[in-house]
């Protein structure tokens, strides 16, 4: 019974009862009820249904304009008012001396649970344990175990109890594990709690009584209808099956037609035939003070409904293989006796069947009894310091940047479930980057699921091959936009998966946004943290966590790692302060993605050339290089436009993947019948005939990694050697072949010492610094400065000719992948000389562009990859890949070998050189 003022006070227990005002009589007039203002009288259903579904709000029952009640603060005032009312003379929960364990919904949000710990501490009151319903009832159930029951538990296998609970603010069903645990010489059993996955409420038995009582009074005469749903428990007692007394009939009934006399005849029909949705005259009451969420079960009686409900988990029960031993009844809404419509509802159980035989149906085990024994234990058990329960939590991801520097999310727990009531921590140590004077940064942390980061490679589905997704992938780059692929994809068993990555591929499109869900992103919360003080020099900060179950939010904290910095004290986030609903932001990226090449998934361009194989195999040295059958084999390892019947159209594949891989074990074989006959073939041509080396080069390196190991060690030992003068296909060929950090230094350090960059020489630049992570470890400051001169002078050079063709794209390509640098050194591109040389870049791409009529057809690529280019030079790129200028260098439809330019002179003169003859 609330106050008309907030500094009112608050009655409980038989002080509201006896309190007349909004009693629903007709007399004295404060206790008249009228529709559309707002209500005194709080009941305690409805405050607990209002704490579960407010959830991240805060919950308040409003009884004026401007006055309202924080719900978590009515239920401790009751809470206390029962406990002073039950305790003995003389003890309070006030002194300390009582441990309050009190129960609480199964959906009860951690922000509930944190208003009502915190209301305990405002109001001067010893904090309380809070224990799940479920874990109550099962407590009290493991306690009447005897020790044969215990010894026939499977608890080795997916043993669990059911409970369901039947009460005035909610329903709920729960199923609990059974875990075998042993503490100090004691076997225990331990109920294990998951996590509700669904934290929807279901239909409210408040409901199911008031829409009785409806039925029980004149239409609209809401105060009558009050009275019944406060004042005469005969509605409540009947839907339990609970005998009420006969003496106290017939008892005064104020209506608006005058006194009646209220004899609680016809109440039993109307129990199995009330209809399963909100009472509407309930809800009319409530609405000034609070709103309740509205919901409507068809035509389903309750019975019929809860009958259903169960239905569907005992459905869920069964294709989980649970073996279910027990089921547990509980809540104000049943008795010690079950009820007609209970043996109705709890019908569908006798389909399980277990190693223990059909589970029981436990009446002994009805009414609030259990709660409160549970209760009991968990407090005795918490006091001695036993395990009672196991328990989930929720995981607290925080987003952070990965080695790579890509945005990823970092769970801050290592484990979700803890014994109930232990503390939880989780940590990670210098995840949070603070720039020098920045006065506050902005955190994103998640509650649960995160959802997929549009700034990198979404997650691979675990039951597609490698080969599929690779051609998935290659496809969708092969597309001019994102709305191309989701119209491409919508028949694709892989739809979402394909749509993700496309995302990644073009970026942001604001004409298709709205066909793309953001899962997960409602778990999602931003926090700005504000310094005390501002700090005067780049600062990582540690973050800490710590947890209990059931008992709130997590407490995390940053930590400084500069202990000068505040004084070594930490920051506690404060959840007030965190931001929902907005939308995570898009990452703006400074370099391109790694690269890759796809296979066909059925090796068709190897496997359909094995007699070509078998006759090339036998052919001379003396004859292999004419042989119609060696271009037939250089043919089959280039890319190649394929049509793949797998719902996409055509492709443009290679034989193998950059790191030498196919997609069938026919497929490897062959390649190893391939890479084996090159490695003969350059033992024989080495000695007999060095002047084919060259051109054996430029086909076995086709091979990329899967290039036989000899020739790669001849192609390391030129480069460490120097000894590529007129060499001039040499470095594309390296550059497909070498992997190893050893090989990728080698190709590197030769690469420095010359002043002029020819294609070969930048196509091979290309393929190590797109394909291979690894020459960033060979790269430092100095290198890469050199190479970014070398390559802006070759595309100046072009620029001047203005032959924008491929050899200029082809710079283009590889100072984008040079980006890549700002891994190691992300400031590294911002100093005004390196500025410098890249705003040149950036010119002529523009200028590129602009070389074109407005009416040819290439001029709109030509304008993309400009700004591609600018964008992710200034770190404004929105998608990952520079598709128009890779498009625009490539060569890989060139299917004719190209010209030897090295003479045989030359090569026997290096051949002599490097000692290999």
């Known amino acids: 019974m609330l106050p008309k003022h907030r500094l009112g006070r608050i009655l409980c227990g038989n002080a509201a009862e006896n309190e007349r005002t909004h009693a629903g009589l007709s007399w004295p007039p404060e206790a008249r009820l009228k529709v559309g203002t707002h209500l005194r009288r709080a009941p305690i259903p409805a405050l607990w249904r209002l704490l579960c579904e407010r959830k991240e709000e805060n919950a308040f029952w409003q009884i004026d304009q401007g006055v309202q009640f924080p719900v978590a603060e009515l239920l401790i005032n009751s809470i206390n008012s029962a406990l002073n009312e039950v305790l003995p003379e003389g003890e309070r929960w006030q002194d300390g001396k009582i441990q309050p364990v009190i129960v609480i919904p199964e959906t009860l949000h951690e922000n509930g649970q944190d208003a009502l710990l915190s209301r305990c501490s405002t109001l001067g009151l010893p904090s309380p344990f809070l224990l799940w319903r479920s874990v109550a009832a099962a407590l009290t159930w493991i306690s009447q175990l005897s020790n044969e029951q215990r010894h026939q538990l499977p608890l080795n296998k997916d043993c669990a109890v059911a409970v369901l609970y039947f009460g005035a603010d909610a329903i709920e069903m729960t199923l609990l594990r059974l875990r075998g645990r042993s503490h100090k010489g004691h076997n225990l059993i331990l109920p294990l709690r998951r996590r509700p996955t669904n934290l929807s409420l279901l239909p409210a038995g408040m409901d199911w009584a008031a829409n009785i009582m409806e039925q029980l009074c004149d239409k609209d005469d809401y105060n009558a209808f009050w009275q019944l749903f406060t004042r005469f428990p005969e509605v409540w007692q009947t839907i339990a099956g609970a005998a009420y007394q006969r003496k106290e009939f017939p008892r005064v009934w104020s209506t608006a037609n005058g006194w009646k006399l209220w004899t609680a005849d016809s109440i039993a029909n109307k129990v199995m035939t009330a209809p399963a949705c909100h009472s509407q005259m309930l809800h009319n009451l409530f609405a ?55 043996k109705e509802v709890c019908a569908p159980f006798a389909r399980l069947k277990t190693s223990i035989g059909t589970p029981l149906f436990r009446s002994c085990f009805a009414g609030h009894k259990a709660l409160a024994q549970g209760a009991t234990i968990y407090g005795e058990y918490r006091r001695q310091g036993i395990p009672a329960y196991l328990d989930t939590v929720e995981q607290i991801s925080l987003l952070t940047r990965d080695g790579s520097g890509y945005r990823q999310w970092s769970p801050l727990l290592k484990t979700l479930e803890v014994v109930g009531g232990e503390k939880l921590k989780g940590d990670i140590p210098h995840c949070v980057s603070v720039r020098a004077k920045s006065p506050a940064i902005d955190l994103w942390l998640c509650m649960g699921d995160t959802p997929d980061l549009d700034d990198r490679f979404p997650k691979e589905p675990v039951n597609v091959s490698s080969c599929r997704l690779r051609l998935i992938r290659q496809w969708v780059r092969q597309q001019d936009s994102l709305a191309q692929v989701i119209e491409g994809a919508k028949d694709l068993p892989e739809k979402a998966y394909v749509i993700a990555y496309a995302r990644v591929v073009f970026g942001f499109d604001e004409k298709v946004h709205e066909t793309i869900p953001a899962k997960g992103q409602e778990n999602v919360r931003r926090y700005r943290m504000t310094f005390p003080r501002i700090p005067e020099h780049n600062m990582l900060l540690d973050v800490e966590l710590s947890i209990y179950p059931a008992s709130g939010r997590a407490q995390i904290y940053f930590v400084p790692t500069d202990k000068e910095f505040l004084d070594g004290r930490k920051i506690r986030l404060n959840y007030d302060r965190m931001e929902k609903n907005i939308p995570l932001d898009r990452e703006e990226h400074g370099w391109p993605a790694r690269m890759e090449i796809a296979a066909h998934p059925d090796d068709i361009s190897l496997t359909s050339r094995k007699n070509i194989l078998k006759r090339w195999e036998h052919i001379s040295p003396q004859a292999w290089l004419n042989a119609k059958e060696t271009k037939n084999i250089w043919q089959t390892l280039q890319l ?9 159209s055509v492709v443009d594949l290679s034989t193998i993947t950059e790191d030498g891989e196919c997609c069938t074990e026919a497929g490897r074989a062959i390649v190893a019948r391939i890479a084996n006959r090159f490695r003969e073939l350059f033992d024989i041509l080495v000695v007999s005939n060095p002047s084919e080396i060259g051109p ?210 030359n090569w026997i003169l290096l051949l002599f050189n490097l000692k290999w003859v």
């Open 640 to 648: 190649k436009k394929m049509q793949y019947n797998g719902h996409l």
């Open 288 to 342: 000034p003070s609070c709103h309740l969420i509205e919901y409507n079960e068809g035509r389903l009686s309750y019975v019929d409904w809860l009958k259903t409900r169960v239905a569907k988990f005992v459905d869920e029960v069964s294709a989980d293989g649970i073996h279910l031993v027990d089921i547990i009844t509980c809540g104000s809404l049943i008795s010690s006796t079950p009820c007609a419509w209970l």
């Open 696 to 905: 054996l080069l430029v086909r076995a390196t086709r091979l990329n990694t899967a290039t036989p190991a000899n020739i790669r060690a001849f192609i390391v030992d030129c480069l460490n050697k120097r000894q590529t003068a007129g060499l001039s296909n040499f470095f594309d060929a390296a550059g497909r072949c070498l992997s190893s950090k050893e090989e990728l230094s080698a190709f590197i350090n030769c690469i420095l010492a010359d002043k002029k960059y020819t294609i070969s020489y930048l196509r091979g630049l290309r393929n190590i610094l797109q394909y291979r992570t690894e020459v960033l470890e060979c790269l430092d400051e100095n290198s890469v400065f050199y190479i970014l001169m070398r390559v802006k002078d070759s595309m100046k050079k072009e620029y001047d000719k203005k032959t924008f063709k491929q050899t200029f794209f082809q710079c283009s390509l590889v100072i984008l992948y040079l980006l890549r640098y700002r891994m190691r050194q992300p400031d590294f591109f911002e100093q005004p000389h390196v500025k410098q040389i890249l705003d040149c870049c950036i010119k002529y791409m523009h200028d590129a562009s602009e070389s074109l009529d407005k009416q040819d057809s290439n001029r709109q690529k030509y304008l993309t990859a400009a700004k591609t280019f600018e964008d992710f030079v200034n770190k404004k790129a929105v998608g990952l890949l520079p598709l128009a200028i890779a498009e625009l260098s490539e060569e890989w439809n060139r299917c004719t070998p190209p010209r030897d330019y090295i003479s045989s002179k």
